[in-house]
């Protein structure tokens, strides 16, 4: 899943493409790299992040989603929590929702999905992206984080959404320290509890945590993640930079014979 920013503020400033011109060009070049998938965000949700419109958000989105959807057969997933959103995205021809709420947002999110028969990411989050990382406590994070995507996704069935439209992720640096992101990480089959699962790892603060590394260096920490996304048998893994990952994940599935990840 190729990372298409077009917020002004995301915390990668690499990824950053609030020029919706230049959002195409970058999407497209992403698919060129070999994404499977491409993700589009309007709304910066690294830690801090200041509350955006939904028209505001739409205003970002919309006019890079319609013009990549007239260049691009690929799937299209909107990082989006907002209902009105999504149903806007929906109506341009987007293929899923990816909600870093999990549908608590926004009521009218799940049965939304559900009415459309679209693709949906259930992701774990601790608080919102303005408080996440104030104090995020745990007493086992690895079953806590499990245990609310499983009621999470029963609620998305609930709604009406087939369990085989719905994936989830666990919110790696979302209202986690260091060593909550760690233990995750170490137990991915866990949390996904039989369900498909996206990983998104890449640039990450913890990675800058264990090694020093400003966001800018952080590639190699990410294709370290997406080891341990391969080993585990991740479904997909949201990236900023597909070559390298690509590249990364044909060398180890070709050396320990395996399928590459996402």
């Known amino acids: 899943m190729g990372i298409v920013n077009v917020s002004p503020d995301s915390f ?20 060129d790299e070999g994404a499977e998938l491409l993700d589009l965000g309007a ?6 992040a ?3 419109s939904a028209d505001e958000e739409q205003a970002r989105l919309l006019p890079v989603l319609r013009a990549l959807r007239a260049q691009t057969d690929l799937p299209l997933t909107v990082d989006t929590s907002n209902a009105t959103t999504a149903r806007a995205a929906l109506d341009a ?16 999110l799940l049965p939304l999905a559900a009415v459309h028969g679209c693709g949906l990411v259930l992701m774990h989050m601790q608080g919102t992206p303005a408080t996440m990382q104030n104090d995020p406590r745990y007493e086992d994070v690895v079953a806590e984080v499990g245990a609310w ?31 909550h992101n760690l233990a995750l990480l170490a137990k991915l089959p866990a949390i996904a509890a039989g369900r498909p699962l996206l990983l998104g790892a890449s640039r990450k603060s913890f990675i ?10 952080r590639l190699p920490g990410s294709l370290a993640a997406l080891a341990v996304a391969h080993a585990a ?30």
């Open 233 to 262: 048998g991740v479904t997909a893994v949201r990236v900023h930079d597909v070559a390298a990952s690509r590249q990364f994940l044909a060398v180890l599935a070709a050396a320990t014979g395996g399928t590459s990840a996402g």
């Open 12 to 31: 990668h400033p690499g990824s950053r493409w609030p020029d919706p011109a230049a959002a195409v060009e970058a999407a497209l070049r992403l698919a």
């Open 50 to 52: 200041a509350v955006v």
């Open 93 to 108: 021809g987007v293929d899923g929702i990816n909600d870093i709420s999990a549908g608590t947002a926004d009521p009218e």
């Open 208 to 217: 800058g945590a264990l090694t020093g590394a400003p966001v800018e260096a």
């Open 149 to 179: 995507l499983a009621a999470r996704a029963d609620a998305a069935e609930a709604a009406g959404v087939a369990r085989d439209r719905i994936c989830v992720d666990p919110g790696i640096g979302f209202g986690k320290r260091l060593e």
């Open 43 to 48: 709304i910066s949700t690294r830690p801090g």
